[in-house]
């Protein structure tokens, strides 16, 4: 694993929204609806717009109530959302690649909603308890990772100013 990438998921800390979400997909003419009901929904809250639909994740009890009269191609409820908490820089390569093969490992579909700064997971509620286990393992492993290549270091200075 590159270095870089054990550090940032040594610092990562793997969050669990509790609400169940749903995921929604709906044809292009209804995107000014949706627009017109962002301020309905809250965190944890995704909509995004493609040449050949608008999606929207959300909490399924607010899909209940802003979602009504929306022409829905389909959906699927059922979601939760695992956020790993770490600012991510654009120029990041590899973080996620490790995270979903850990997960796929497991046997865990995922789908992933990026932010600017995080990653969002989309795992099915009958599978967020092996999720957390495989993501909080892997978090595990990188922090002793990172914790045994500082003393490894701090013995080699030590070594190095011995021999001066």
């Known amino acids: 694993m590159d270095p870089k990438v054990a550090e940032l998921l040594a610092h990562t800390r793997v969050v669990v929204e509790p609400e169940r979400l749903v995921w929604v997909s709906l044809p292009p003419s209804e995107a000014g609806a949706v627009q017109r009901r ?17 999606s929207v994740v959300c909490r399924e009890v607010e899909w209940g109530h802003a979602g009504r009269g929306l022409r829905v191609r389909a959906l699927q409820g059922g979601y939760r959302m695992i956020t790993l908490d770490v600012e991510l820089r654009m120029d990041v390569v590899g973080y996620l690649r490790v995270v979903t093969d850990r997960l796929a490992r497991e046997g865990v579909p ?15 509620d009958e599978d967020v308890d092996r999720a957390r286990a495989a993501l909080e393992s892997l978090v595990a492993e990188c922090r002793a990772g990172i914790g045994e290549s500082a003393a490894g270091l701090e013995r080699a200075e030590t070594e190095d100013a011995r021999d001066l």
């Open 110 to 124: 995922v789908s992933v909603v990026s932010t600017f700064h995080r990653d969002h997971l989309l795992v099915r």
């Open 38 to 54: 962002a301020d309905r929904f809250h965190a944890p809250f995704c909509l995004s717009f493609a040449p050949h639909e608008v």
